[in-house]
């Protein structure tokens, strides 16, 4: 297994800055990401992060499926300017097709864990 911090997986991140409440640019916590499966057909990825720890902006090249491994308290940041909450409980799932743009930030007071399956 190997560890990054998802700001390390460059080539699909456009930046690590958000925007305090005052206006001013504020950097928030990265998640780490722990590559655990990668092979031709699928890359499978554990994302951890602290309460208010973020992906940062990435772009999904690649369907995918994700599963909670605890409650996942999620603020979703979109590219329009939208932001909108959500809860994915532990246990289930969901898929999404590539092309999906967004920052994902911890929303909760607790650590939030998920699995992600690119399908490549």
């Keep these: 297994m190997k ?19 005052m206006g001013e640019k504020a ?5 780490v990401a722990t590559v655990l499966v990668e092979d031709a057909q699928v890359r ?3 994302f951890d992060f602290a ?7 990435h772009r999904h090249g690649h369907d995918y499926v994700i599963t909670a491994l605890t409650d996942c308290h ?3 940041e979109d590219p329009d300017g939208g932001k ?11 898929r999404r097709e590539a ?6 930030i911890n929303a909760g007071s607790a650590e ?9």
Excluded: K
């Design 3 to 21: 560890n990054y911090r998802w700001g390390d997986l460059g080539a699909i991140l456009r930046g690590m800055q958000s925007v305090n409440g």
């Design 27 to 31: 950097m928030r916590q990265a998640c």
């Design 44 to 46: 499978v990825t554990r």
């Design 51 to 57: 309460p208010g720890a973020e992906t940062g902006w």
């Design 74 to 76: 999620m603020e979703l």
């Design 84 to 94: 909108r909450r959500v809860l994915v409980p532990a246990g289930t799932a969901y």
């Design 99 to 104: 092309g999906v743009e967004h920052n994902v």
């Design 112 to 120: 939030m864990r998920f699995v992600e399956v690119e399908l490549l």
